[in-house]
């Protein structure tokens, strides 16, 4: 079993920057993703695979960065240049190795709003 826990989310002005951090714990060496989606886990953010392979959705991409603490076992999103657009619950996921299936964190609000 994985366990994963979000934070970092709030509310920034457009042009702002927050950071989003998931922190997993429990069967590590069973995932090989870790990433990011938001707006009810639909629309696929950004991750990063083993190996330090990451990969963006186009409307963040030059935005937005994930990286890896691999001795914390924690996943981290830099947004920058925030936009109004952007405001969405943040999800973090994690995919397990054996079937891609995907485990969830519980959420982190971030807004954008003047």
């Known amino acids: 079993q994985v366990q994963l826990v979000e934070s970092g989310g709030g509310l920034v002005q457009p042009g702002g920057s927050l950071r989003l951090s998931c922190a997993a714990s429990?069967?590590?060496?069973?995932?090989?993703?870790m990433g990011w989606y938001r707006q009810d886990q639909r629309e696929f953010v950004a991750n990063i695979i083993a190996?330090?392979?990451?990969n963006y959705a186009d409307s963040v991409k030059g935005r937005f960065t994930i990286s890896e603490d691999n001795a914390k076992n924690t996943v981290y999103l830099q947004m920058n240049s925030l936009k109004p657009e952007d405001t969405a619950v943040y999800f973090c996921?994690?995919?397990?190795?054996?079937?891609?299936?995907?485990?969830w964190g519980q959420g982190t609000q971030v807004t954008v709003s003047s």
């Open positions: 190996g330090g392979i990451t």
């Open positions: 996921a994690a995919g397990r190795t054996n079937d891609g299936s995907l485990i």
């Open positions: 429990g069967s590590i060496p069973s995932i090989n993703t």
